[in-house]
């Protein structure tokens, strides 16, 4: 929050959601918190860079964000371990800065990564519904004038809205038919053919099982 009480949603980022109604708190929330309140310690200015896209639909701000002595913070509580990366168009600079501080924590086992796997599509249920990384059996791709729908292991439907299809490489996707990908975004749902739904806006949420791995 800023003093002068509009709100700031850190772009190209997403941490672990702390308790609030009835939902408890997720694994490393508090850690995050914590980190971003030491960030700033006494000194509460902060230098926003905005993005293409300024507001979201709860007409939060949508920024980068440093401390007054340059540091970036989104890239820092990655560093840490305490975020993961994504990317949601028009809002992509830094995008691939963030992606290689994911990836360092991640293959470092650092904070949430201590732990942290993607998990089988085969196994989902509603217990994880919400931000997830998610992997599987890429095992259909159709096209339609409402999206390009990706099927992993016939129980996760993967979208692409038309909206963001001119970022994809249609052909890129179809080589991966057959394999194993992990895709990464908010899991809902679904009321069509499989029991759930994610949808992706840039190519950054979906890799090879081969690309992904740190090895």
Known sequence: HLRDGRKVRLIGINTPEVAHG?????????????ALIKLFGDKKTISLIYGKEKLDRYE????????????NIQATLLEQGLARAVTFPPNTQFS????????????????????????????????????????GKLKNISINKKGIWLKLDNKLTVGIRPNNQQLFDIEAIYELLDENVVVRGWLNKSKKDSPYYMRIRHPSSMQAVTTFACD
């Open 22 to 34: 009835d939902k408890t708190a997720e694994p490393f929330s508090a850690q995050a918190k914590n």
């Open 96 to 135: 691939t800065c963030y992606q290689q501080q994911e990836r360092k924590a991640r293959c470092t086992k650092t904070g949430l990564w201590k732990k942290t796997k993607p998990l089988m599509a085969k196994n989902l249920d509603d217990t994880h519904i919400g931000f997830q990384l998610v992997k």
């Open 60 to 71: 939060r701000l949508l920024a980068h964000a440093f401390t007054s002595d340059g540091t």
